[in-house]
T-cell receptor, first 116, second 114 residues
Framework: AQKVTQAQTEISVVEKEDVTLDCVYE???????LFWYKQPPSGELVFLIR??????QNEISGRYSWNFQKSTSSFNFTITASQVVDSAVYFC?????????????FGTGTSLTVIP | NAGVTQTPKFQVLKTGQSMTLQCAQD?????MSWYRQDPGMGLRLIHY???????DQGEVPNGYNVSRSTTEDFPLRLLSAAPSQTSVYFC?????????????FGPGTRLTVL
């Protein structure tokens, strides 16, 4: 079973629209970490945010915001007033600490295209 | 501070050839890992290491070997390349069991096996 599900494979929006990328995770651990990464067309993976399981406070960083809800096991990412530079593949990831290290599980990614 | 470096950036192999993808980090991270990225499948963990001399298998380890003789280096070896190993390979590193264990990724190696 997928530990991280990103049901939206591809999304297209017109510039300045808001867009929400969904992420649903599955874990039995009480301590875990959630991440979002951005992969622009150039191919590198850029870290955006981390959240630990004990911190359900939503976070806003400029046009980006994240909504973490343990009750629904979701960690959604919203881009407000999207721009062409936001076009990228976005990955949600789950980390479950263990004695053998922090294993990361990535979702399959959501490809976002912002149309000018 | 170079972060995570990977070489080569591109590689073409013939079926059956062997090669080593290099990965190095200068952040003194204990934890290093290799992923492959295939269309529609996200990043899948191949092997990982929690410190020098310690390695373990991830989700898709078959056809790959790793070793970790130093903290800095974590090479990935393809023993006998197959077309199914055509992919983009990412190396990553992080602090081990830190509260903020963000993974830092290298730029990737695009491998084609003919």
């Amino acid at each position: 079973a997928q530990k991280v599900t990103q049901a939206q494979t591809e999304i297209s929006v017109v510039e300045k629209e808001d867009v929400t990328l969904d992420c649903v995770y599955e874990t039995r651990d009480t301590t875990y970490y959630l991440f979002w990464y951005k992969q622009p067309p150039s191919g590198e993976l850029v870290f955006l945010i981390r959240r630990n399981s004990f911190d359900e406070q939503n976070e806003i960083s400029g046009r980006y915001s994240w909504n973490f809800q343990k009750s629904t096991s979701s960690f959604n990412f919203t881009i407000t007033a999207s721009q062409v530079v936001d076009s990228a593949v976005y990955f949600c990831a789950l980390s479950e600490p263990s004695n053998t290290g922090n294993q990361f599980y990535f979702g399959t990614g959501t490809s976002l295209t912002v149309i000018p | 501070n170079a972060g995570v470096t990977q070489t080569p950036k591109f590689q073409v192999l013939k079926t059956g050839q062997s090669m080593t993808l290099q990965c190095a980090q200068d952040m003194n991270h204990e934890y290093m890992s290799w992923y492959r990225q295939d269309p529609g499948m996200g990043l899948r963990l191949i092997h990982y290491s929690v410190g020098a001399g310690i390695t373990d298998q991830g989700e898709v380890p078959n056809g790959y070997n790793v070793s970790r003789s130093t903290t800095e280096d974590f090479p990935l070896r393809l023993l006998s390349a197959a077309p199914s190993q055509t992919s983009v390979y990412f190396c990553a590193s992080s602090f081990f069991q830190s509260s903020y264990n963000e993974q830092f990724f290298g730029p990737g190696t695009r491998l084609t096996v003919l």
